[in-house]
């Protein structure tokens, strides 16, 4: 069974360096690399993390996606920047990060997770039960599945077995799944 909404979190997670870092200097506007990174006013590159630009180009090209939406949940300090990054980041075969991202779901404001999780809820209509998140901070996993959402821990950014671990185990509301060694929970 595949998550009817797969939700992600932005900086740590699909991207790096955090916006926040940026700060002093950098920041937007942001330049197209021919690597596919992103360089800030500074010089300072942002890249795509483990294995984000073969997933995203995945739910635009492989139609088993067709029925779900992929959406964002980002506590982001800089959403301009942020949206800007999703217009900008290349996924391979002529796409961008805008072209996966559900346009009405790109939640990026400062707040508790939860609170963008229920708003995605509320505006796609699916129940927070069918719905998986992706997130490397563990304070934003436990408060997220604290509401019943299947929930994949990401330290190292999303990779392919974080994801795919994530869909095997789906549906598992109000888990964590993901890597437990570190100590964290």
């Keep these: 069974m595949l998550p009817r909404c797969l939700v992600f979190d932005l900086d740590g997670c699909v991207w ?16 197209e690399n021919k690597d ?3 360089s800030d006013r500074a010089g300072t590159r942002v890249h795509l993390l483990g294995d ?10 492989d139609e088993k996606w067709k029925e779900s939406k992929i ?32 346009t009405d779901n790109i939640e ?33 996993c436990h408060t997220v599945a604290g509401i019943g959402v299947t929930v994949v821990y990401t330290p190292d950014g999303v990779t392919r077995s974080a994801f795919e671990e994530g869909l095997e185990k789906f549906p598992s509301p109000g888990e964590i799944i993901g890597p437990k060694s570190r100590g964290y929970w």
């Excluded at 984000?52 to 090209?61: D, H, Y």
Aim: glycine share 10%.
């Design 36 to 38: 596919g990174t992103l």
């Design 71 to 102: 959406c964002v949940a980002s506590s982001c300090d800089e959403p301009s920047w942020a949206r800007e990054c999703i217009s900008k980041f290349d996924i391979g075969d002529g796409l961008k990060l805008k072209d996966v991202f559900d």
């Design 52 to 61: 984000v630009k073969k997933i995203m180009n995945e739910f635009v090209t």
């Design 108 to 140: 990026i404001y400062k707040g508790s997770k939860d609170r963008h999780l229920k708003a995605i809820a509320k505006q796609t209509g699916f129940k927070l039960e069918e719905m998986i998140f992706f997130d490397n901070q563990t304070n934003n």
């Design 16 to 31: 790096d360096p955090e916006m926040y870092e940026l700060w002093g200097g950098g920041g937007a506007p942001f330049k």
